[in-house]
């Protein structure tokens, strides 16, 4: 079992940067890819970032690609996102999320991670 907690969330102006962590306990962290999703007002959760185990390969959706950064920490069991150039149209509720496999196919699947967070609000003011 995997508990995950983000933080990290708040109230931001347009322009300004962001880094949300999200703090991995209860198996050994290292052995997960991890994943990054929103879930925007009356919306689908839809997929933001993902790495591998090791932090050696990262994934983004394409149209958020050059202002979020997904990194790790595995000593600190932590997975960040940097979300730089904040826009209004990124508010939404971010969730990290961890896998029993070690593998990243279909990583912009939600239903491909087992293991999720309570998320974090973000709220961009315009």
């Known amino acids: 079992q995997v508990l995950l907690v983000e933080s990290g969330g708040g109230l931001v102006q347009a322009g300004d940067s962001l880094r949300l962590s999200c703090a991995a306990s209860?198996?050994?962290?290292?052995?997960?890819?991890m994943a990054w999703f929103r879930q925007a007002p009356g919306k689908d959760r839809a997929f933001v970032a993902a790495?591998?185990?090791?932090?050696?390969?990262?994934y983004y959706e394409h149209s958020i690609k050059g202002r979020f950064t997904i990194t790790r920490d595995n000593a600190k069991n932590t997975t960040y996102l940097q979300i730089d150039v904040l826009e209004f149209e990124d508010t939404a509720v971010y969730y990290c999320?961890?896998?029993?496999?070690?593998?990243?196919?279909?990583?912009?699947?939600?239903?491909?991670?087992?293991?999720w967070g309570q998320g974090t609000q973000v709220t961009v003011s315009s």
């Open positions: 999320a961890a896998r029993q496999t070690w593998d990243l196919d279909n990583y912009d699947r939600s239903y491909t991670w087992q293991y």
């Open positions: 790495i591998s185990r090791t932090g050696g390969s990262t």
């Open positions: 209860g198996r050994t962290f290292v052995n997960n890819p």
